[in-house]
């Protein structure tokens, strides 16, 4: 088995159980949630890069201050992605969180034709289409916009996009996401917990542990996914993904309790469509490419 595929499931399921983590801490809000688990990633990186000795890419980077202001817009963009799915969880909306994730991956098939300027097969026309069918009919169904999905695709697409154009790995760039929030969370931090009765105010030591915990629970699926991206092909990572919302949707309907419709399943049914044309498309791209190189060599030869 390639080892690959045990680095992309442990990382697709240690973000699929998520719900599990950030209900044992409901009791904390999930603004303080999001301040905590920025400083103890910070922390658990800060100490992981020094005993990988793996500090020389912030000098580089602060040669190019340049490039500050862009790793400071994805570093907003991964706070509000993780305030929208904490509240989504406290607040019982575990299957329209999972609904944001199915949808991200045709939010970055079009921020492919809006940013990068792509061309979309027809296959992907179709998918996109079916997709936002899917979207109104929720729409229509819950008697408003399922925000929070779109939230959370939209942001995490965007997020990735951001990520794609920088030279930093993912353990260097969140950490870099991380340091630029920090004079931020810290004081607000301390604000939050002397005017609002933070966990850290009230001396709730196991409450402090769990949210501590929040620092390796945010790293150790991001390096997962790292060494399994070097040695996946990338349409294989791409049907992996697919197991994290699917966890979450199963904990939302089984775990939870959340309702889940005939109604709901044909939204849901809709964008489940759209995700199998485009990972078919992908699967069969990717097979056709290492077909196509071995007849290059062939000519070649």
Same mark, same amino acid.
């Given at each position: 088995?390639?080892? %690959?595929?045990?680095?992309?499931? %442990?990382?697709?399921?240690?973000? %699929?159980?998520?719900?599990?983590y950030f209900v044992l801490i409901r009791q904390v809000a999930p603004f303080e949630?999001?301040?905590?688990?920025?400083?103890?990633?910070?922390?658990?990186?800060?100490?992981?890069?020094?005993?990988?000795?793996?500090?020389?890419?912030?000098?580089?980077?602060? !040669?190019?201050?340049?490039?500050?202001?862009?790793?400071?817009?994805?570093?907003?963009?991964?706070?509000?992605?993780?305030?929208?799915?904490?509240? !989504?969880?406290?607040?019982?909306?575990?299957?329209?969180?999972?609904?944001?994730?199915?949808?991200?991956?045709?939010?970055?098939?079009?921020?492919?034709?809006?940013?990068?300027?792509?061309?979309?097969?027809?296959?992907?026309?179709?998918?996109?289409?079916?997709?936002? !069918?899917?979207?109104?009919?929720?729409?229509?169904?819950?008697?408003?916009?399922?925000?929070?999905?779109?939230?959370?695709?939209?942001?995490? %697409?965007?997020?990735?996009?951001?990520?794609?154009?920088?030279?930093?790995?993912?353990?260097?760039?969140?950490?870099?996401?991380?340091?630029?929030?920090?004079?931020?969370?810290?004081?607000?931090?301390?604000?939050?917990?002397?005017?609002?009765?933070?966990?850290?105010?009230?001396?709730?030591?196991?409450?402090?542990?769990?949210?501590?915990?929040?620092?390796?629970?945010?790293?150790?699926?991001?390096?997962?996914?790292?060494?399994?991206?070097?040695?996946?092909?990338?349409?294989?990572?791409?049907?992996?993904?697919?197991?994290?919302?699917?966890?979450?949707?199963?904990?939302?309907?089984?775990?939870?309790?959340?309702?889940?419709s005939t109604a709901r399943l044909v939204g849901f049914g809709c964008i489940w469509?759209?995700?199998?044309?485009?990972?078919?498309?992908?699967?069969?791209?990717?097979?056709? !490419?290492?077909?196509?190189?071995?007849?290059?060599?062939?000519?070649?030869?």
């Amino acid at each position: 088995m390639n080892p %690959g595929l045990f680095y992309a499931f %442990g990382a697709f399921t240690i973000w %699929g159980l998520f719900p599990l983590y950030f209900v044992l801490i409901r009791q904390v809000a999930p603004f303080e949630v999001v301040l905590q688990r920025s400083l103890w990633s910070l922390v658990f990186l800060g100490l992981l890069l020094t005993a990988l000795k793996r500090w020389a890419w912030l000098k580089q980077v602060l !040669a190019e201050p340049r490039k500050l202001p862009l790793f400071a817009f994805s570093a907003l963009l991964l706070a509000c992605n993780w305030l929208v799915y904490v509240y !989504a969880i406290q607040s019982q909306q575990v299957v329209e969180a999972s609904l944001g994730y199915f949808i991200n991956p045709l939010v970055n098939v079009l921020l492919g034709v809006l940013v990068l300027r792509e061309k979309l097969s027809r296959v992907k026309w179709v998918a996109v289409a079916l997709a936002a !069918a899917g979207v109104a009919w929720l729409t229509w169904h819950l008697g408003r916009l399922p925000w929070i999905a779109l939230v959370l695709a939209c942001s995490f %697409g965007v997020y990735g996009l951001v990520r794609k154009t920088s030279s930093l790995g993912a353990l260097e760039g969140l950490a870099m996401e991380t340091l630029l929030l920090s004079p931020l969370v810290l004081p607000v931090l301390l604000w939050w917990t002397a005017t609002h009765d933070g966990a850290w105010a009230q001396s709730d030591l196991g409450t402090s542990a769990w949210l501590a915990l929040s620092g390796p629970l945010s790293a150790l699926p991001l390096l997962l996914f790292a060494m399994a991206a070097r040695r996946l092909p990338l349409a294989t990572v791409g049907l992996v993904q697919y197991l994290s919302p699917s966890i979450q949707l199963l904990l939302g309907i089984w775990v939870f309790h959340e309702p889940f419709s005939t109604a709901r399943l044909v939204g849901f049914g809709c964008i489940w469509a759209a995700l199998a044309l485009v990972s078919a498309e992908a699967l069969r791209q990717s097979l056709r !490419a290492p077909a196509a190189s071995v007849t290059d060599q062939v000519v070649k030869g």
